[in-house]
């Protein structure tokens, strides 16, 4: 598989004679910790300039914060921070990444699929409001939905690290496998799609993304050997996770790269090319 290097170098081949032309001006992120690290990393602004799209700007102070969850982000004291960033007309596409938290700290392996349905349903109204929220005060904006890729509860349960977050976080889900955890967050997802429903909201899906940059080398699979989505019955690999592979749920700043490189396959690239602009109207 070509290293992140050589993907990100032949897309900018192919896109930067269109930079010039299209790129909006500006993106905002809204949620938590994947957000967060995402901006905190400058994950976008540095796959943006290696493409040719340095001049777009990325907002974010105000409306990223780990551990924030899309019940909290969908009450009005939360949504009127959103509505102030979105004063900026710069702006002009929404990125949210919010509902990891939410599912985390209610969804275990014994749910039936009853309790899972109500669960993934309240998750899913919460979004639908931050969304319809985001709409409503800017008609002009896109919104891009913006998830998660596999956990790993596998590798992470040991040290200090795994002793203090990931083991306890594991043990309030009542210890699922890879399959039932990875199998519950593509359902999740899948819940919250029909939003796609309106022509300015749009989604690029990142499970098994780190499986397929980063392979198992224990395992003899290597590097674009499981193409996405990859296999749920496997987690994430430890390369691809944040604090040297001791993170249960984070990506490493290289992680978050392929994340935004993935971004811009499924969403961005033709956002920022006029050319192709009227698929999105």
Not at 253 to 281: H, P, W
Request: with cysteine; proline share 5%; charged share 15%.
């Amino acid at each position: 598989m070509p290293s992140m290097k050589t993907t990100m170098a032949a897309l900018s081949l192919v896109i930067c004679l269109n930079a010039a032309q299209a790129a909006p001006d500006g993106l905002l992120l809204i949620g938590d910790s994947w957000a967060d690290q995402q901006f905190g990393d400058q994950s976008h602004s540095m796959v943006f300039a290696a493409l040719g799209f340095g001049q777009v700007q990325v907002f974010g102070a105000a409306t990223v914060e780990s551990g924030s969850t899309a019940a909290e982000w969908a009450t009005p004291a939360r949504l009127a921070t959103i509505g102030q960033a979105l004063t900026d007309p710069a702006i002009e596409i929404v990125q949210l990444s919010v509902g990891g938290n939410d599912f985390l700290d209610a969804w275990n392996a014994e749910l039936d699929s009853a309790a899972q349905a109500a669960l993934f349903a309240a998750i899913r109204a919460d979004v639908e409001t931050i969304v319809e929220f985001i709409l409503d005060v800017r008609a002009d904006v896109e919104v891009l939905l913006s998830f998660y890729d596999y956990p790993n509860f596998v590798d992470t349960l040991g040290g200090i690290d795994g002793a203090l977050f990931c083991a306890p976080l594991w043990n309030s889900m009542e210890r699922p496998t890879p399959l039932e955890v990875n199998t519950a967050a593509v359902a999740l997802e899948q819940s919250i799609l029909s939003l796609k429903d309106h022509p300015r909201v749009f989604h690029v899906s990142h499970f098994g993304q780190m499986q397929s940059l980063f392979g198992f080398s224990d395992m003899g699979i290597a590097p674009g050997d499981l193409r996405p989505p990859g296999d749920p019955a496997l987690p994430s690999p430890t390369a691809a996770l944040r604090f040297n592979g001791a993170d249960c749920f984070h990506l490493s700043a290289e992680g978050y790269d392929q994340l935004v490189i993935n971004q811009f396959e499924g969403y961005f690239e033709t956002r920022f090319d006029v050319i192709f602009r009227s698929a999105f109207q």
